[in-house]
């Protein structure tokens, strides 16, 4: 069964920093980009950022970037958000995300929530 | 960036009835436009990728059309499960931008 896990979702207080993994399973990994999607509390879906198959090329929204870095590791088949300097409108629950072929995101975690407050 | 809006923000259905929700792009992205559901608490759910290819698993009361600047989501005969979120994302360039949601509820 397909499946992509995330995990590391805390409270953290501003300035603060965390990773979130995302775990997945049951498809060739190493094939598809991956993508972070966040959604904050009763709000819509804004896109975060995006990693290549091979981990070589990353993209940021302009409102993490400098702040959050995208990695992966193909061997362990698992995606990494680490997230410095955070603020509170960094609070959201945080999606991984299967692209095909870059055009669509076909499977979606369960989401980690990340809570910025002091 | 490219700016999607979805119309309207929100609609008031009865089952059985059809719906429209429209998105429209800030500039044309061809067909680089996809459509997803979300329940509350839950993910979205892909239903229609590149403007009008259903997704494998959607049932076939959804379809979607448009090309350019201009899209449809419709839903023919609304079901009880269809209440939910629908949101128009495009993947034409980066950022990749998402409508800001339209909340389909039941009347």
């Known amino acids: 069964e397909l499946q992509v896990v995330e995990s590391g979702g805390d409270l953290v207080h501003p300035g603060g920093s965390l990773r979130l993994s995302c775990a997945a399973s049951?498809?060739?990994?190493?094939?598809?980009?991956m993508h972070w999607v966040r959604q904050a509390p009763g709000k819509g879906l804004v896109w975060v950022s995006r990693?290549?198959?091979?981990?070589?090329?990353?993209t940021y929204a302009d409102s993490v970037k400098g702040r959050f870095t995208i990695s992966r590791d193909n061997a362990k088949n698992t995606v990494f958000l680490q997230m410095n300097s955070l603020r509170t409108e960094d609070t959201a629950v945080y999606y991984c995300v299967r692209a095909v072929r870059e055009l669509y995101f076909d499977y979606w975690g369960q989401g980690a929530l990340v809570t910025v407050s002091s | 960036d490219i700016h999607m809006t979805q119309s309207p923000s929100s609609l008031s259905a009865s089952v059985g009835d059809r719906v429209t929700i429209i998105c429209r792009a800030s500039?044309?992205?061809?067909?680089?436009l996809n459509w997803y559901q979300q329940k509350p608490g839950k993910a979205p759910k892909l239903l229609i990728s590149?403007?009008?290819s259903l997704q494998s698993g959607a049932p076939s009361r959804f379809s979607g059309s448009g090309s350019g600047t201009d899209f449809t989501l419709t839903i023919n005969s609304l079901q009880p499960e269809d209440f939910a979120t629908y949101y128009c994302?495009?993947?034409?360039?980066?950022?990749?931008?998402f409508g800001q949601g339209t909340r389909l509820e039941i009347e």
């Open positions: 590149t403007a009008s």
């Open positions: 990693i290549d198959s091979e981990g070589s090329r990353t």
């Open positions: 500039q044309s992205i061809s067909n680089y």
């Open positions: 049951g498809f060739i990994f190493s094939s598809y980009w």
């Open positions: 994302q495009q993947s034409h360039s980066t950022p990749i931008t």
